[in-house]
């Protein structure tokens, strides 16, 4: 099992940027697919981005693709989502989440048996 703890969230005004990070337990960090997520208000979970156990492959929702990027530092147990030119719309609870199984493009909510508490990110017009 992993657990995962979110940090980073905040207010940051529109075109700003801001770094979540993912914390990580468990020895057995880097053999899971590692995923970032959020969810509006009134709104269901959407996927954003995964990297996959070597970071060599990544995918990203085409909402962020091109403004966001998502990382890992295995030896640090912690992934990252950097997030650039940030619109109001990109104002949710932001989740970061980890599964073993599946390939690099199993994007859907239910595949992924674990995740963080999440952490709210506020973008200010």
């Known amino acids: 099992q992993v657990q995962l703890v979110e940090s980073g969230g905040g207010l940051v005004q529109a075109g700003g940027s801001l770094r979540l990070s993912c914390a990580a337990s468990g020895r057995t960090f880097s053999r899971y697919y590692m995923g970032w997520f959020r969810q509006a208000p009134g709104k269901q979970r959407e996927f954003l981005a995964v990297v996959s156990w070597s970071s060599s492959n990544t995918y990203y929702a085409d909402s962020v693709k091109g403004r966001f990027t998502i990382s890992r530092d295995n030896a640090k147990n912690t992934v990252y989502l950097q997030m650039y030119s940030m619109k109001p719309e990109d104002t949710a609870v932001y989740y970061c989440?980890?599964?073993?199984?599946?390939?690099?493009?199993?994007?859907?909510?239910?595949?992924?048996?674990?995740w963080g508490q999440g952490t709210q990110v506020t973008v200010s017009s």
């Open positions: 989440a980890a599964r073993e199984r599946g390939s690099l493009y199993t994007i859907q909510v239910k595949e992924y048996p674990y």
